[in-house]
């Protein structure tokens, strides 16, 4: 058995939108490994019951577990919303999601205490974000607004440009400057900046890709919030203070698998990365369905905190 120093980081999301987590983890944890899988066949989660996408969870956190990994992200905003709990009752390593962190990093943030958070329609309708804020802080009021189409902005961007991905997302291209999408980012944002909020919650890992296009119309006085880098900074104190954390010396090893098409996601996830993930592997959801198949009658008589 490997010293749990040398193991991997294992990650995950419903798709390609968790790379910018690894991203953050690779730029701050340089000698750590990173193991990710992206549930491509099955993404998007955001418009799936909360049930259905804590069977997913249970689903690829086994999978994850069996390639021994010494820690887990939940690098989607969605299942971290439906399932974290869950993940942390059931595994025997630490798994972190990306809402708590976000939150935190808004609090402190916010100067007039007046905090909005865009998600897809699963994290918004869970009060995620809302419940970590109030934790955090009880006198900051949020703000939430659901942007699903969002996340087929990103992906179709991503899919029809082959230009770096900083060119793509901050430059003049078809999709960022055409009027129906600053049309569609004003239907989802005015009624957030209405709101009078200072500080922004990008609450999907697809949406920091989206940035630019994003600050250009809530206006330059919005602080933007992601949460990746927020949840690299957790992950290493985490690795840190239960003496996990890799070796200085230590030589990282990449993994990535895709429960889609493999190329397609060495092609697009190199884009987000910025560097080449390398070959890519494949696991088919039925092989992850075979893995855990938790007991229907057993998750609906859970108690929500326990969900």
Request: charged residues 25%; negative net charge; contains cysteine.
């Amino acid at each position: 058995m490997r010293d749990v120093r040398d193991r991997p980081i294992g990650v995950f999301d419903s798709g390609l939108g968790g790379l910018t987590v690894v991203r953050e983890l690779v730029s701050a944890l340089p000698h750590e490994s990173v193991l990710y899988l992206g549930d491509t066949a099955r993404c998007p989660y955001g418009p799936r019951e909360p049930d259905e996408v804590r069977r997913f969870v249970l689903q690829i956190g086994a999978w994850l577990s069996a390639q021994e990994i010494k820690l887990m992200v939940i690098a989607c905003n969605t299942a971290t919303a439906s399932g974290l709990a869950l993940a942390q009752q059931t595994f025997d390593v630490p798994v972190i999601g990306v809402v708590e962190p976000g939150a935190r990093a808004a609090v402190q943030a916010t100067r007039n205490r007046r905090v909005g958070v865009i998600g897809t329609v699963g994290t918004v309708r869970s009060g995620a974000y809302s419940d970590a804020v109030r934790a955090l802080d009880a006198g900051v009021t949020v703000f939430s607004a659901p942007a699903p189409k969002f996340v087929d902005i990103v992906e179709a961007g991503l899919r029809m440009d082959d230009s770096a991905l900083e060119s793509l997302m901050s430059q003049t291209t078809d999709v960022f400057v055409r009027p129906s999408f600053y049309e569609l980012a004003r239907d989802y944002l005015d009624p957030l900046k209405r709101a009078g909020i200072d500080t922004l919650v990008l609450g999907c890992t697809h949406f920091p890709l989206l940035s630019t296009a994003i600050q250009q119309v809530v206006g330059p006085s919005v602080r933007l919030i992601s949460s990746a880098e927020e949840t690299a900074r957790e992950v290493r104190e985490t690795l840190e203070v239960r003496g996990h954390a890799a070796p200085a010396a230590a030589r990282p090893a990449h993994r990535f698998v895709t429960t889609g098409d493999p190329e397609e996601f060495e092609r697009l996830g190199s884009r987000i990365l910025g560097w080449p993930t390398g070959p890519v592997e494949a696991v088919g959801v039925e092989e992850l369905e075979r893995l855990l198949t938790p007991d229907p009658e057993s998750m609906a008589s859970a108690r929500p905190e326990e969900l």
